[in-house]
């Protein structure tokens, strides 16, 4: 076992952090941005979620019928996608669709519009239905880690309107755990603060791996710390709200 020391400025980064209209994004980090594969794109993501996008996109040979209509945005690209709507759609659109400037999703880089591929694609509201190729890719997004954001049923707990065109990276288990219980991000950081590390973990199970995942609430201090098992997988992520949410392999795939 291994103590980490985490400055508490790091509950603003990592694939779980909850960005939305309570929630601003704060991570002062460097966001380790790729292009995405595809001709002619200069849509970027964070690297993680660049490369499972890329791979889920390949598996269903979706390359020439889903197009990623956006990523990464900076703040100032938000707040001109804001300014453009308000003046074409008026407020209640915008208010419903658009995050509010540094509220974003976008920002984090962990975020993906898609597109079914036509001649005119809707650059704030695609199309991207629930049958033919974007019901492959629903079927295995969480596999890859990603996730619906913002689904139907949920608008008072997100508080952005049904978007079937918005997917969130959050890697594994994360996403099959969401999945499962139907759970917005919103919920499933609450969902993991009654699991808290090294008393009562939540443990996911699948085809013999086990993956522990639990929050630690962040210090009262400037450092919090953390001890895990270095010989082991485990990845940490901050909430962006008041910790951390700590995920340990515990038994490999098959071993
Ligand atoms: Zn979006």
């Known amino acids: 076992m291994k103590t980490l020391t985490l400055p508490n400025s790091k509950i603003h980064s990592g694939n779980l952090i909850l960005v939305n209209a309570d929630h601003r994004y704060q991570n002062t980090d460097h966001t380790d941005l790729v292009k995405i594969t595809g001709p002619d794109t200069d849509i970027r993501l964070e690297r993680c979620a660049a490369a499972l996008l890329s ?105 952005i309107g049904h978007e079937p065109w918005h997917f969130r990276y959050v890697g594994i288990p994360h996403a099959l755990i969401m999945t499962k219980y139907h759970l917005t991000l919103e919920e499933y950081i609450d969902f993991i603060r ?44 901050g909430n962006n709200i008041d910790g951390f949410i700590i995920t340990e392999w515990r038994r490999a795939h098959g071993a």
């Not at 990623?68 to 308000?86: F, H």
């Not at 704030?124 to 880690?145: E, S, V």
């Not at 990603?146 to 949920?154: A, N, T």
């Open 55 to 159: 791979e889920l996109m390949y598996k269903i040979q979706a390359e020439n019928q889903i197009v990623p209509v956006s990523g990464w945005r900076s703040k100032k690209e938000q707040q001109t996608i804001w300014n453009d709507s308000i003046q074409e759609s008026g407020k209640a659109f915008t208010q419903k669709y658009v995050a509010v400037p540094g509220h974003s999703e976008h920002q984090t880089g962990l975020a993906i519009d898609l597109g079914l591929k036509k001649e005119k694609i809707d650059f704030i509201c695609p199309d991207f239905p629930y049958n033919g190729i974007c019901k492959m890719f629903r079927r295995l997004a969480a596999y890859y880690g990603f996730v619906e954001r913002y689904p139907k049923g949920k608008e008072t707990i997100t508080g």
């Open 194 to 237: 009654f699991y808290p590390y090294q008393k009562s973990p939540y443990i996911y199970q699948e085809q013999g791996s086990s993956i522990a995942v639990s929050y630690l609430a962040a210090s009262e201090h400037t450092e919090t710390f953390v001890e895990v098992d270095t010989d082991k997988p485990y990845m940490l992520s």
